[in-house]
Every structure is written in C-alpha cells, then in structure tokens.
C-alpha cells in the first residue's frame, strides 16, 4: 500500500502541470506574424533581378521570404505577382515551404520586393492549382 504522503505529493505534482501556465511565445523566442517584416527584412532585388533560395517563412498566400542567407534580415520579402489572391496559406505552405525556388524581381511595393518565383522550373501558379498540392494543404495550417 502507497503512503498517503506520496499519494499527497503525486497528487499536487499532477494538479500543478495541468494548472501550469505554459511559456509565451515571447518566452520561446518565437516572433508574432506582425513581426514578419522585421523577420525578412533584406533589401528588396532590383528590377528584373534573379534570386534563389529556401522558403524559410510564409506570411500568407501570396507573401513569403526567400532566404539569401541564415539570418532572418537576410531574407527577402517577396509578394508573388503570379498567384491568385484567393491562395491560402496552407497551399503556398504546401507548395513550397522549405524548398529552393528561384525568383525574378518584377518590382517592389512599401512591403518589399513583387514577383514570380519558380520550383524547379513550374511557375507557383501552376503549382499551387495542382490537386496534389491542395491535398496537402489539408495537413498545414
């Protein structure tokens, strides 16, 4: 039989981690979406400028940071001029996250850089009208 002052002390133990006040996402370092600019805050590329990289961040489904770099102010804020307006995030997430796409500058905006990118050579356009892709859109969030 379990002495009642262990049964006590596994009782409070249970009681205060279900009670426990989780860490802020301030706390664990993670930044707010408002943050987004200050997370890709690279200078946007000239006109007509090509750029590679990885998908690092995607603030909605038309927006994300292409990382020229591995700190969060070398990446570059691009609004891609070639999806829909109707895209949602997941998709984009789906299409491209964590993955190299090329990009050519069209231009820029107050936000930072415009234009179209490319995953190994098909247009995110095509890409994020694939089934394939808006089935797995299902999974992000």
């Known amino acids: 039989m379990a002495h009642p002052l262990l049964l006590l002390l596994a009782a409070t ?3 205060s981690a279900a009670h426990a006040t989780p860490p802020s996402a ?4 993670v930044q707010a979406p408002e943050a987004a600019a ?3 805050s690279a200078a946007p590329p000239s006109r007509g400028a090509t750029f590679a990289g990885p998908v690092l961040h995607v603030i909605d489904g038309r927006t994300l940071c292409v990382a020229l770099g591995p700190r969060p102010d070398e990446w570059v804020r691009l609004r891609l001029s070639e999806v829909a307006p109707s895209t949602r ?3 984009l997430m789906a299409a491209i996250f964590a993955k190299r796409v090329v990009c050519v500058a069209d231009g820029d ?4 850089a415009v234009g179209r990118c490319a995953l190994d050579d098909v247009p995110l356009d095509v890409l994020t009208g694939s089934p394939a ?3 797995d859109a299902a999974f992000w969030r």
Do not use: F, H, K
Request: glycine fraction near 10%; charged fraction near 30%.
């Open 89 to 91: 995030r997941s998709t």
């Open 38 to 40: 200050e997370i890709c």
């Open 133 to 135: 892709v808006r089935a």
């Open 26 to 29: 301030q706390a664990l370092g």
């Open 13 to 15: 133990a249970v009681n």
């Open 109 to 112: 905006d107050r936000d930072g």
